[in-house]
C-alpha cells in the first residue's frame, strides 16, 4: 500500500468513527430526555375558601375528585402521552364534574345563562387555541384545541366559535346542561365567584403545557370575557420557562397579564419559578384583584401561589410525591 492510500483509509477510519461517536451521543441525549419523570399540578378555583365555609362533606367531594382526576392525568403521563393531550383530558374531567366552575357546573350570568371561556396553550411550539362566550359547547377546552390545530386562529367567540365547532363534531349540550341546581344554589349561598380549572404539565420528552377552562365570574354582565380564554393572562407556556394557569378575579389578571409575567420574570429578571409567582401576584394584590396560579418550570419545579384563603389544588411532583390540598 502506497503513502497516500494509507492517509486516505487513516482519513476515513476517523471520520466513520466519529460519526458513529456522535450517533451515540444523539442517542443518550435522547434517552434522557424521554426518561424525565413527568410533572403535574391541577386547580379548581382560589377564592374565599375556609374550614367555616366549606363543609367537611365538601371537603371530602373536592379532594377525592381532585386526586381522581390528578391520578389519571398522571397515569396517562407515564405512559409517555404527549403534554397537550394530557392537559384536555384532564380539563375535560374537570369540565365534566360539577363541583366546579367549568363545563358543567359552570357559574351564570345576570341574564342566569351559562356563557364558557378556554385556552390551551404549547409549549413546545407556542401554538395556542382559545374560545370565549360559547354557551352549548360541553367542552371548551377540546374546542380551543381544535382552534389551535385546525384553523389559522388562535382565538374564536361566540357563534363563529360555535359554527367552527360544529365543522369539528365537537360535542355540542343544551345550555341547562351546564346549569346545576346543586351549584346555583350553593354559589347564591357562598357568593363565591371562583372555581375555575386548569391544568399545567411537564410530559416525558420535557414539553410543557398549560390549559384552562371556566364560566367565568359568578353574575357578570353576558358578554363579559375574563382573563382566562385570553393567552398571556390566564394561560402561557413555553419550554424555555414555565408554564402558567390562573383563576381569580379576571379584570385583575388580564391587566396585570399574569401568566406572561411569570414567563418574562423569568426570562428577563433571572427571577426562579417561585420569586416569579410570588412577584406576579403582589402586583395582583396591589391592584386590588385576587386570585391564585399553578406554574411549572422546565425544570420540573411546582409552584402554586394564592392571595385567598383557599384554592383547590393537587399536583404530583417530580419525585412522585402527590399532594390534594384546599385551604392555605
Ligand atoms: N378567572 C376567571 C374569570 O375571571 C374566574 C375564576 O378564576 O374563577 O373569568
Given at each position: 500500500?502506497?503513502?497516500?492510500?494509507?492517509?486516505l483509509?487513516f482519513?476515513?477510519?476517523?471520520v466513520?468513527?466519529?460519526?458513529?461517536?456522535?450517533?451515540?451521543?444523539?442517542?443518550?441525549?435522547?434517552?434522557?430526555e424521554v426518561n424525565?419523570?413527568?410533572?403535574?399540578?391541577?386547580?379548581?378555583?382560589?377564592?374565599?375558601?375556609?374550614?367555616?365555609?366549606?363543609?367537611?362533606?365538601y371537603?371530602?367531594?373536592?379532594s377525592?375528585s381532585?386526586?381522581?382526576i390528578?391520578?389519571?392525568?398522571?397515569?396517562?403521563?407515564?405512559?409517555?402521552?404527549?403534554?397537550?393531550?394530557?392537559v384536555?383530558?384532564?380539563?375535560?374531567?374537570?369540565?365534566?364534574?360539577?363541583?366546579?366552575n367549568?363545563?358543567?357546573?359552570?357559574?351564570?350570568?345576570?341574564?342566569?345563562?351559562?356563557?364558557?371561556?378556554?385556552?390551551?396553550?404549547?409549549?413546545?411550539?407556542?401554538?395556542?387555541?382559545?374560545?370565549?362566550s360559547?354557551?352549548r359547547?360541553?367542552?371548551p377546552?377540546?374546542?380551543?384545541?381544535?382552534?389551535?390545530?385546525?384553523?389559522?386562529?388562535?382565538?374564536?367567540m361566540g357563534?363563529g366559535?360555535?359554527f367552527?365547532?360544529?365543522?369539528q363534531?365537537?360535542e355540542?349540550?343544551?345550555?341547562?346542561?351546564?346549569?346545576?341546581?346543586?351549584?346555583?344554589?350553593?354559589?347564591?349561598?357562598?357568593n363565591?365567584?371562583?372555581g375555575?380549572?386548569?391544568?399545567?404539565?411537564?410530559?416525558?420528552?420535557?414539553?410543557?403545557?398549560?390549559?384552562?377552562?371556566?364560566?367565568?365570574?359568578?353574575?357578570?354582565?353576558?358578554?363579559?370575557?375574563?382573563?382566562?380564554?385570553?393567552?398571556?393572562?390566564?394561560?402561557?407556556?413555553?419550554n424555555q420557562?414555565?408554564?402558567v394557569?390562573?383563576?381569580g378575579?379576571?379584570?385583575?389578571?388580564?391587566?396585570?397579564?399574569?401568566?406572561?409575567?411569570?414567563?418574562?420574570?423569568?426570562m428577563?429578571?433571572?427571577?426562579?419559578?417561585?420569586?416569579?409567582?410570588?412577584?406576579t401576584?403582589?402586583?395582583?394584590?396591589s391592584?386590588?384583584?385576587?386570585?391564585?396560579?399553578?406554574?411549572?418550570?422546565?425544570?420540573?419545579?411546582v409552584?402554586i401561589?394564592?392571595?385567598?384563603?383557599?384554592?383547590f389544588r393537587?399536583?404530583?411532583?417530580?419525585?412522585?410525591?402527590?399532594?390534594v390540598?384546599i385551604?392555605?
Amino acid at each position: 500500500m502506497n503513502v497516500n492510500k494509507f492517509v486516505l483509509l487513516f482519513i476515513l477510519a476517523i471520520v466513520l468513527f466519529s460519526c458513529n461517536e456522535s450517533k451515540v451521543e444523539k442517542k443518550d441525549y435522547e434517552v434522557e430526555e424521554v426518561n424525565q419523570l413527568p410533572v403535574i399540578v391541577i386547580h379548581g378555583g382560589a377564592g374565599n375558601i375556609s374550614q367555616k365555609n366549606l363543609s367537611e362533606k365538601y371537603v371530602e367531594l373536592y379532594s377525592h375528585s381532585l386526586s381522581k382526576i390528578i391520578d389519571s392525568g398522571y397515569a396517562m403521563l407515564s405512559k409517555g402521552e404527549d403534554a397537550i393531550k394530557v392537559v384536555e383530558r384532564v380539563v375535560n374531567l374537570l369540565e365534566n364534574d360539577s363541583l366546579f366552575n367549568a363545563g358543567k357546573g359552570a357559574v351564570l350570568t345576570n341574564e342566569g345563562k351559562a356563557e364558557l371561556d378556554a385556552s390551551i396553550m404549547d409549549g413546545k411550539t407556542l401554538n395556542a387555541g382559545a374560545v370565549a362566550s360559547v354557551s352549548r359547547i360541553k367542552n371548551p377546552i377540546s374546542l380551543a384545541l381544535k382552534i389551535m390545530d385546525n384553523s389559522e386562529h388562535v382565538f374564536m367567540m361566540g357563534s363563529g366559535a360555535e359554527f367552527f365547532a360544529s365543522e369539528q363534531k365537537i360535542e355540542f349540550v343544551d345550555n341547562s346542561y351546564f346549569i346545576t341546581s346543586k351549584n346555583k344554589e350553593r354559589y347564591n349561598r357562598e357568593n363565591s365567584p371562583m372555581g375555575t380549572v386548569g391544568c399545567v404539565v411537564r410530559d416525558m420528552n420535557g414539553n410543557l403545557c398549560a390549559g384552562t377552562s371556566t364560566g367565568g365570574m359568578w353574575g357578570k354582565k353576558f358578554g363579559r370575557v375574563g382573563d382566562v380564554p385570553v393567552i398571556g393572562a390566564g394561560t402561557y407556556a413555553n419550554n424555555q420557562s414555565c408554564a402558567v394557569s390562573c383563576t381569580g378575579w379576571g379584570e385583575y389578571f388580564i391587566r396585570q397579564v399574569v401568566a406572561y409575567q411569570v414567563h418574562a420574570r423569568i426570562m428577563w429578571n433571572n427571577q426562579s419559578l417561585k420569586e416569579a409567582v410570588e412577584s406576579t401576584l403582589n402586583e395582583v394584590d396591589s391592584l386590588g384583584g385576587n386570585g391564585g396560579m399553578i406554574a411549572i418550570n422546565k425544570n420540573g419545579d411546582v409552584i402554586i401561589g394564592f392571595n385567598t384563603t383557599g384554592m383547590f389544588r393537587a399536583s404530583i411532583d417530580k419525585n412522585k410525591e402527590k399532594k390534594v390540598e384546599i385551604f392555605d
